[in-house]
């Protein structure tokens, strides 16, 4: 990932508390774990969002 677009969002204070202290137990930074988080996220909904290609009609 060589490409990156820097950019700014606003996190009620409790959360990025949070995100910290998490971030702080995996050894990464806040931006590393936000970023790891939503690439989960867009996984996830991206295998929920296929059409389910087994079928129990066989």
């Known amino acids: 990932m060589s490409d990156i ?9 409790d959360l990025k508390k949070e995100l910290k202290k998490i971030a702080i137990d995996e050894d990464t930074s806040l931006s590393g774990l936000i970023l790891k988080m939503i690439e989960e996220g867009m996984n996830s909904r991206n295998k ?3 059409p389910n290609v087994f079928s129990d009609e066989d």
């Open 48 to 50: 929920s969002n296929k």
């Open 5 to 13: 677009s820097k950019t700014t969002i606003n996190l009620p204070v």
